[in-house]
Nanobody, 120 residues
């Protein structure tokens, strides 16, 4: 059983910073891409940032220059450093990981979500 556990969400004033963390645990052979997505009520889940196991990154235009994704492969953990936060960044953030198990099967897993609220 694979599990993704997120932490680091909360309430911050506009212009402030937060750092999200997501740790994967369980029967993990390897992790390919990891990423962060966000979803507001009534809207589709949207990509925020992704990172490959080699360190290549991709960002949504709305967060470029403000957010930085990174990972610690030894700890199966991905981070999202969020700076210059805006009220429109307020929503639930989800961690995602493409994980291969020891059986050879690979699946995409999601965390439970963490709320980020930015006050104006």
């Amino acid at each position: 059983q694979v599990q993704l556990v997120e932490s680091g969400g909360g309430l911050v004033q506009a212009g402030g910073s937060l750092r999200l963390s997501c740790a994967a645990s369980g029967r993990i052979f390897s992790i390919n891409a990891m990423g962060w997505y966000r979803q507001s009520p009534g809207n589709q889940r949207e990509l925020v940032a992704t990172i490959t196991n080699g360190g290549s990154t991709n960002y949504a235009d709305s967060v470029k220059g403000r957010f930085t994704i990174s990972r610690d492969n030894a700890k199966n953990t991905v981070f999202l450093q969020m700076n210059s936060l805006k009220p429109e960044d307020t929503t639930v953030y989800y961690c995602n990981a493409h994980i291969m198990s020891f059986s050879g099967a690979s699946n995409y897993y999601w965390g439970q979500g963490t709320q980020v609220t930015v006050s104006s």
